[in-house]
């Protein structure tokens, strides 16, 4: 199956500090990289997104940051609070025949400490 | 608005025994399904997706077989389950025509234990 690398696979910070996790992709026909949140027990849900056109998507205090020609991207949290406390997952997404695909990463998970 | 429904939301079974999870989208038309799987401290697996009714394509050769009987349906099933089969399971759903966005909006999960 097509790949999508993230680290790391575990990540402790402060309040306030800058947890950044990062992710690496092989395919370039991938034209889609979310960014999803786990709570445990739920479903993910789509935190933040970028296109292959863009090299930086800002959301609030979420932030992808996309090199396209390496394929990495990653995403830093700013001011990060112990609510975002969670498993945060990359993925790339590539367009078929009547639909889409998504690969995830393994997922990294992130405790932000009071 | 749109809804996504899982169910049995936790299932314990021996091994061997018959698996069936399902999955149904409210609000929407045409959706494309996927079924996804969690392993304990791992990432998401795709198993399966649709692109419309009886049209499944298998991601990764398995114990497990996926069917969708109406549009807005899709399920998940065993003959015979294996230890390896526990996990968490994910059913998503994502937009199908108009402006391609990728987001996939996903279920609360089945929780699946094979002893």
């Known amino acids: 199956q097509q790949q999508v690398k993230q680290s790391p696979q575990s990540l402790i910070v402060q309040k306030g500090g800058i947890p950044i996790i990062n992710c690496a992709y092989e395919n370039t026909a991938f034209d889609y990289f979310p960014w999803y949140q786990q709570f445990p027990g739920k479903g993910p849900a789509l935190l933040i997104a970028?296109?292959?056109?863009?090299s930086e998507k800002k959301e609030g205090r979420f932030t992808i940051s996309f090199n396209k020609s390496a394929k990495q991207f990653s995403l830093h949290i700013m001011d990060s609070q112990p609510g975002d406390s969670a498993t945060y997952f990359c993925a790339a997404t590539q367009r078929n025949t009547g639909g889409f695909k998504t690969i995830f990463g393994a997922g990294t998970r992130l405790f932000v400490k009071a | 608005s749109q809804t996504i429904h899982q169910w049995p939301a936790t299932l314990v079974q021996p091994v061997g025994s018959p698996l069936s999870l399902e999955c149904t989208v409210e609000?929407?038309?045409?959706?494309?399904l996927y079924w996804y799987r969690q392993a304990a401290g791992r990432g998401l697996q795709l198993l399966f997706y649709?692109?419309?009714?009886?049209?499944i394509s298998s991601e990764v050769p398995q114990n497990l077989s996926a069917s969708r009987p109406q549009d807005r349906q899709f399920i998940l099933s065993s003959k015979k389950l294996l230890l390896s089969d526990s996990g968490f399971y994910l059913c998503a759903w994502g937009l199908r025509g108009g402006p391609y966005t990728g987001e996939l909006f996903f279920g609360e999960g089945s929780r699946l234990t094979v002893l």
């Open positions: 609000g929407t038309s045409n959706p494309n």
């Open positions: 649709s692109v419309g009714i009886g049209q």
């Open positions: 970028i296109r292959p056109d863009v």
